[in-house]
């Protein structure tokens, strides 16, 4: 079966830190990439998409994220996060029809 | 556009008790996806569907049903809720997509509490 791992899953840093989320998923074949945001009470939002060429993803909100296929990774970066960053980050995976999402990063930025 | 909508926002149930969730959509997306969503477990997909009349079964669908008889209009039913229940459900859509799912439009999420 798919699956999608997320490490760290909770991150604490400080106003102007670097972010960077990993995200690891075990199917072989050809895949869809997502990242998904949860801001507190709110539902989730597509932040960025992965589906083919340029493996650098640039997403809302100055994020981006690298896909490198030999890794089977799609990790999240933020250069320099602000406390309304706040928020709950999803990986998602999809191929062959099939889903799945990550378990999921708590990332708290403190001002 | 009001996107996804989910009815109700809150419920508290009984065990035992039944109850439908309702979630519409208005951007005639062909997929349609109910989660579960739990405290360090991320999402977990109950059930889906690729179009009007078609459901298939996600990684959690014990316990649930769902029927999508209309496109806009995605049900899931509890016929006899259990406390293990007790969860934030997200309702998706999204457009059909050959090989792999498209990005997600998700509703606001309905709390349902089993006592």
């Known amino acids: 079966a798919q699956s999608v791992s997320q490490h760290n899953h909770h991150v604490i840093l400080s106003e102007a830190a670097s972010l960077e989320l990993g995200c690891n998923y075990s199917?072989?074949?050809?895949?869809?990439l997502f990242w998904y945001v949860q801001y507190p009470g709110q539902h989730l939002q597509l932040l960025l998409k992965y589906f083919s060429g340029d493996p650098l993803v640039k997403g809302i909100k100055g994020f981006e994220a690298e896909f490198i296929k030999s890794k089977f990774s799609f990790n999240l970066r933020k250069p320099s996060v602000q406390w309304s960053d706040t928020a709950e980050y999803f990986c998602a995976v999809t191929g062959n029809n099939r889903l799945a999402f990550g378990k999921g990063n708590q990332v708290v930025v403190i001002p | 556009n009001a996107g996804v909508t989910q009815t109700p926002k809150f419920r508290v149930l009984k065990t035992g008790q039944s109850m439908t969730l309702l979630c519409a959509q208005d951007m005639n997306h062909e997929y349609m996806y109910w989660y579960r969503q739990d405290p360090g477990m991320g999402l977990r997909l109950i059930h889906y569907?690729?179009?009007?009349?078609?459901?298939a079964k996600g990684e959690v669908p014990d316990g649930y049903n769902v029927s999508r008889l209309k496109k806009q209009n995605f049900l899931l039913g509890l016929e006899s809720a259990a406390p293990s229940q007790t969860s934030v459900y997200f309702c998706a859509s999204s457009l059909a997509g050959t090989g792999g799912h498209q990005p997600q439009h998700f509703g606001d999420g309905t709390r349902l509490s089993i006592l």
């Open positions: 569907s690729v179009g009007e009349g078609t459901t």
């Open positions: 199917y072989g074949g050809t895949v869809n």
